[in-house]
């Protein structure tokens, strides 16, 4: 129920055994190894560079592996077996699985060459494809796209741009050309946009052609495209048959690819598993270059919780040649923090942890934090059935997973126990998907409104009907959160033996505060507003009001003390006693508390209404269909946007209102050296 | 049907037409931002949509205080007839959730925003950048709030 007590650890042993040392550490995870520390003439740290780029090669390699394998076989996995967890492995199987390592490593570098080979395979396609597309025109061409001409003649293949009928061309010819009669002109096809033509004439004039096709904007014929493997000039038709078996076979070649591809796919928990492994030993290594070790000698410095350390000690002692001491840490040092609670408070940690976890002389306030942020939540979503749905969501998922990762199963306990308390909120302001009981009711059994809506009462009240106490309870429980919030810093002060502090920053504002409150509980006007049916009496009110100076006073005169000069402490002592407003917006923000409640109920009853209106003016069985469908959606929404303000604005409750008064944060996690692995953990008892 | 009606319904609308607009303002602008971070880290998804979501509740707002208006004005049934005092003090009771909602909405959205940038560079910074937006919509829930209470004690009024 508290921050973990550390110790100091220290291990100096033989430099031959850092190695088994280090997994040994790694495999416990409960060490957290110091990695900032200077080196000193004799002690020096050593450059693994070189061995870490290796091992992270392998990670990647292995990565793009297990990415081809589930490209072309993907895993069926359910929506949530991401919570599973990794699989563990006791040490035996473990070193039993590393034997398989080269070979791995084997089928790892195999798919990925033949994947290189599929893409090439595959980037080749296009061109193919475009080869294939500008020799369509010349299909019925029957003679090589290069050819040239006789010996006597000359001959230009190509197309020219348009559709162009044998007139055309020879209209343009004789513009262009000197001698148009000298040429032969035969169309070979013509579509759209082009025309493909063939050109022949006197090997004299060959200049003269040239020169006129050119200003016509000839393209020459894709010649290229029309070569057999051996350089052989084809006819067309002949080119895009040996295109196309090309093709075949690459395609053959790629389903082949494939399929071994997919003979590999029982090898990824292979690949998985060294992939850890690799990821292990780059883990390892870093620690390795930031040791400080001698020529025999290594050293590692270290934090270890209290509770573990007397078996690591023993365990360190039977394994290794070494020498281990546990101490207790200084005043001054950097103590690394972790927390530990019982399976109430603790689901809560994350949410301490994500605004900062205590600093030097702080407490741990999970327990404070765990029971006000359920209650929180449950008066903000406030609805029994949601509250139903989410815990047994939570519950299952829970029993489901039991291997899952520690963070992720805090964060379904916290919803779990959220649910509880929105679950019994829920029946306490009598609201089980909003009113749906009085509107089924009315809507398929004709009860009258008035008799419907007391089919499920309230154990105490419904917000809807009386706003203005529940927004006095909403003020009364923030109240009570600000005040445990001063009660905490308080116990803090005095547990560090600051006793005048928690005197001077906790009671007088207990006084000032609590003062002011009973006196406005006094005033007939205050109390007429909240709706409270008590006025307090002359006595309360006189006392009330005593208490106050006193508070008011004490607060003006110490809140300055670290000033010397006086005149400038009742200065600061009189601006620190303006913060009552502080409180004062404080109280008024747990308003939402009411706001966020009744936004639930309210829509809920938006939707019931909704479906009421048209589940009652149908016949029954289609009443009965379209009511749920409406009912169904229309809650899911609600939920969701409800589940989220709640949880948003629990946690901005507890992270400005109740941190702001006592807590500051700012302490180190403790980042122990573990196996930092994304699918096997390995364990090993000691 | 009188003129106190239309007011009523003026206002009814405004609050679910104004609040609803800057929330889908609001979304809007997180959900660019979103899907940008989402393009270079897809794990983010989930905490970049909680970012997102936040500046859309004051449309919900909008809708509820509507709601509550159209009930308590007769519109939804029951008999739509009041006085013109009466539509009046209804609109003036819509006018927070309406403009308060409108406006912080887009702001929200702005740090909606800037949060998003702050998941995608420190994705464990999440509980904190949460708070950011939120703050804001501490304003639209004061809106609501007043306006909540002025609907039921303008209906509670003879």
């Known amino acids: 129920m508290a921050v973990m007590p550390m110790k100091r650890m220290t291990i100096i042993a033989m430099r031959r055994d850092r190695k088994q040392l280090l997994e040994f550490l790694q495999r416990q995870g409960t060490a957290e190894i110091d990695t900032d520390t200077e080196e000193d003439g004799r002690y020096k740290k050593i450059d693994v560079s070189a061995q870490k780029q290796i091992f992270e090669k392998n990670i990647r390699s292995m990565e793009d592996a297990l990415e081809v394998l589930g490209k072309y076989e993907p895993e069926k996995s359910g929506l949530l077996s991401s919570l599973a967890g990794r699989k563990t492995l006791t040490l035996e199987e473990f070193q039993e699985a590393l034997e398989k390592r080269d070979n791995v490593l084997s089928v790892v570098s195999k798919i990925n060459s033949l994947y290189r080979d599929y893409s090439e395979s595959l980037a080749a396609v296009p061109k193919a494809e475009m080869d294939k597309e500008a020799l369509a025109p010349w299909t019925g061409f029957d003679l090589p796209l290069d050819f040239q001409g006789t010996k006597k003649t000359v001959s230009f293949i190509g197309t020219l741009n348009g559709q162009l009928s044998l007139e055309d061309i020879y209209v343009m010819l004789g513009e262009l050309c000197e001698c148009p009669d000298e040429v032969d002109v035969r169309i070979i096809t013509t579509n759209d946009t082009s025309t493909a033509v063939m050109f022949t004439t006197l090997r004299k004039n060959e200049d003269a052609l040239n020169d006129a096709l050119h200003r016509m904007s000839f393209t020459k014929a894709p010649s290229q495209a029309s070569v057999s493997e051996g350089g052989q000039p084809l006819t067309p038709a002949k080119a895009i048959e040996r295109i196309d078996a090309q093709q075949q076979r690459a395609s053959a070649k790629r389903q082949q690819i494939i399929s071994d591809i997919k003979g590999f796919a029982d090898r990824r928990e292979d690949i998985r598993l060294i992939m850890d492994y690799f990821k292990m030993r780059s883990d390892k290594y870093d620690v390795i270059g930031k040791l400080n070790q001698s020529d025999h000698v290594v050293i590692i410095h270290g934090y270890v919780p209290a509770v573990d350390a007397d078996k690591l000690e023993s365990a360190l002692n039977d394994r290794f040649d070494l020498a281990c001491d546990f101490s207790d840490p200084e005043e001054d040092e950097d103590v690394p923090v972790k927390l530990h609670n019982n399976a109430f408070a603790a689901p809560v940690e994350g949410v301490i942890a994500s605004y900062s976890l205590p600093g030097k002389g702080e407490i741990d306030p999970s327990m404070a934090v765990a029971v006000f942020y359920y209650f929180f939540f449950g008066l903000m979503l406030s609805d029994a059935a949601y509250g139903i749905i989410i815990a047994l969501a939570c519950g299952i998922i829970l029993k489901k997973f039991k291997n899952m990762e520690e963070a992720v199963k805090k964060t379904f306990q916290m919803f779990f126990y959220c649910g509880i308390a929105t679950t019994i909120v829920g029946f306490i302001f009598g609201s089980f998907f909003g009113d749906v009981v009085s509107s089924v009711a009315q809507t398929f059994f004709h009860v009258p409104e008035a008799t419907a809506g007391k089919l499920l009462p309230p154990i105490w009240f419904n917000p809807l009907d009386d706003p203005i106490r529940m927004l006095t309870f909403c003020f009364a429980v923030g109240l009570v959160h600000l005040f445990t919030g001063l009660g905490i810093l308080m116990y803090q002060d005095i547990k560090n033996g600051h006793v005048l502090d928690a005197i001077y920053d906790g009671l007088f504002w207990y006084m000032f505060v609590g003062g002011c409150v009973v006196l406005l509980l006094c005033l007939p006007m205050i109390t007429g507003m909240l709706g409270l049916s008590f006025t307090l009496g002359p006595t309360v009110k006189t006392v009330s009001i005593w208490v106050a100076i006193i508070g008011f006073i004490g607060v003006v005169l110490f809140s300055g003390r670290e000033s010397r000069n006086w005149g400038k402490r009742l200065a600061k002592g009189l601006y620190g006693a303006y913060g009552i407003t502080s409180y004062l917006s404080d109280v008024l923000s747990y308003s939402r508390l009411l706001a966020l409640g009744l936004a639930t109920s309210v829509i809920s009853s938006v939707f019931n209404t909704m479906a009421g209106m048209v589940g009652g003016a149908l016949p029954v069985v289609i009443g009965v269909i379209l009511y749920a469908v409406i009912f169904v959606i229309g809650h899911i929404l609600n939920l969701a946007i409800n589940a989220l303000g709640a949880y948003v604005h629990t946690n901005r409750l507890q992270y400005v209102e109740f941190f702001g008064k006592f807590y500051n944060g700012g302490g180190r996690p403790f980042e122990p050296f573990e196996e930092k692995t994304k699918y096997f953990k390995v364990k090993e008892e000691i | ?158």
């Open chain 2, 1 to 158: 049907m009188s003129m106190g009606t239309v007011w009523a319904l003026l206002g009814a609308a405004l609050s679910a037409l104004l609040a609803g607009a800057g929330s889908a303002i609001g979304v809007g602008k997180a959900g660019q931002a979103a899907a940008g971070v989402v393009t270079e880290d897809p794990s983010l998804f989930s905490k970049v949509l909680i970012l997102q979501l936040l500046p859309g509740t004051q449309g919900i707002y909008g809708l509820l205080i509507a709601f509550i208006t159209l009930t308590n004005i007769g519109i939804m049934g029951g008999s739509a007839d009041m006085s013109l005092h009466k539509g009046l003090l209804y609109f003036a009771a819509c006018l927070p959730m309406a403009v308060v909602g409108l406006i912080s909405a887009i702001c929200q959205a702005k740090a909606a925003v800037a949060a998003i940038g702050l998941v995608a560079k420190k994705p464990d910074q999440f509980g904190k950048a949460m708070i950011f937006p939120a703050m804001v919509e501490t304003y639209a829930i004061l809106a609501l709030l007043v306006s909540i209470l002025s609907i039921f004690g303008v209906s509670a009024l003879a």
